[in-house]
């Protein structure tokens, strides 16, 4: 691991940095461990090197949890070391909103002996090493070993994308898993690897043989979407940071994004009654979702109360705007995210279940007024299952998008359903959810 690690100190983080002071918060306010540069004033935060946490994330048995330099920690993530097993976090990693990292969990006897043949042990706990994004709503149940090796500045580390599970596996540097995969107890994932999307990778053949099914060998465009996320992330801690330290507050509830950053410069907040973004702006650090930057609601801000569950985290600080219609219902643990230079557009009367992923990019189609990739959109009526995810896609209106399925590259049609536990991507049923 690059630089050194700080453990994390206090019952509420929200601030972790390198060689730590610890500095009392406003009343209200999280703790926050700040590091001071050579020769830098008391309370002077090295932006260059800061991790962030954000409030809503919980950090059980903080002394056991470690973070590398210009780390990310996003809303509602929990970090969960065990009584004897801990969890370290790599340089210039992140672990997005709604993650799950447990450090240690029961294991059958045989798995037991999967994981010793793999080299881990209970009290190994989960590490990562540099430049390991784990992606919204992931997880990693230990012991597991993440971005194992010495790095390598021409691999781009590991990426767990969204609603993936590395469960007691050793994921060596420069690998990969599709959104909804999972790799088993024992298994190691070899350099160079990537997880299929929905696919559950249960032996080491598996993992190594392509034909099997499972896996593909990693592309070069993978690795520069990877080294993409790795950047922007480490620019949301920096901000971050900067921003809780002039305005702790800001980094509560509904409230502006940090900008500072060339994908986001400015910071803008969210705005209810139009989803123009022409109503109303908003800022209530005392809101139980965390709704950040250019996110504009059709509806006002006590009808969202009224629609809204809790654990959500609509986050326009990377790209953006978003423009939301009206919201029948959202479930915890909704996310909606971005990617630099993107937006997103839902409609009307929206159904939201529990754990949904909605990830704006541009879609394989290009939008013939602007020349550019056509932005992920969903139609009005679209009702989107419990842990579901639609990435780079448009779902027209009246679609269906099943439990734990995901869309992603595709166009649905008007009224089309996408079965529970189904990849559709590229406009065709791919496979199932295997797990």
């Known amino acids: ?134 992606a919204h709503g992931s997880a990693v149940r230990g012991p597991a070993r993440l971005g194992a090796g010495e790095a390598d500045p021409a691999d781009s580390g590991v990426f767990v994308s969204f609603g993936a599970l590395v469960d007691g596996a050793v994921l060596e540097r420069d690998t990969g898993l599709s959104a909804l995969s999972r790799v088993g107890p024992g298994v190691v994932l070899r350099s160079g690897t990537l997880v299929l999307p929905g696919k559950d990778v249960r032996t080491q053949g598996e993992a190594d043989d392509p034909a099997l099914g499972k896996v593909r060998p990693l592309v070069e465009a993978d690795r520069l979407f990877n080294a993409a996320v790795v950047e922007v992330n480490v620019g949301l801690a920096r901000e971050y940071t900067r921003l809780a330290a002039e305005e702790p507050d800001a980094v509560r509830g509904i409230n502006v994004d940090p900008g500072g950053n060339v994908f986001d410069v400015s910071r803008d907040a969210p705005t209810v009654e139009s989803a123009l973004c022409t109503g109303p702006e908003v800022r209530e650090p005392r809101f139980r979702n965390r709704v950040i930057g250019d996110v504009c609601f059709e509806d006002d801000l006590r009808t969202l109360s009224q629609r809204m569950g809790s654990r959500i985290s609509l986050r326009a600080d990377e790209g953006g705007p978003f423009s939301v219609g ?89 009224g089309q359903v996408v079965p529970d536990r189904t990849v559709y991507a590229n406009d065709e049923v791919f496979g199932p959810v295997e797990w």
């Open 1 to 134: 691991m690059r630089g050194r690690s700080q453990r994390l100190l206090g019952g509420s983080v929200l601030v972790a940095c390198l060689t730590a002071t610890v500095v009392t918060a406003p009343a209200g306010a999280a703790e926050r461990v700040v590091e001071r540069a050579p020769g830098a004033t008391p309370g002077e935060v090295a932006l260059e090197e800061a991790s962030f946490v954000d409030p809503t994330a919980q950090v059980r048995r903080p002394g056991s949890v470690e973070l590398g330099e210009r780390v990310y920690v996003g809303p509602f993530a929990q970090l969960v070391p065990g009584l004897r097993a801990g969890i370290a976090i790599g340089a210039e990693s992140n672990v997005q909103d709604s993650v799950r990292v447990e450090a240690w969990v029961p294991r059958r006897s045989g798995e037991e002996r999967a994981l010793a043949a793999a080299g881990l042990r209970p009290r190994d706990g989960v590490r990562t090493g540099e430049r390991v994004i784990l």
């Open 326 to 414: 009206t919201v029948r219902s959202m479930g915890n643990g909704t996310i909606f995210h971005a990617l630099e230079g993107s937006d997103l557009s839902i409609g009307n009367r929206v159904t939201y279940g529990e754990r949904v992923v909605v990830h704006g990019g541009g879609r394989p189609a290009v939008d013939p007024t602007t020349g550019v990739a056509a932005p992920t959109t969903i139609g009005n009526d679209v009702h989107l299952g419990d842990g579901s995810v639609v990435f780079r896609s448009l779902v027209r209106n009246d679609a269906v998008v099943g439990e734990r399925s995901v869309v992603v590259g595709s166009e649905l049609a008007v």
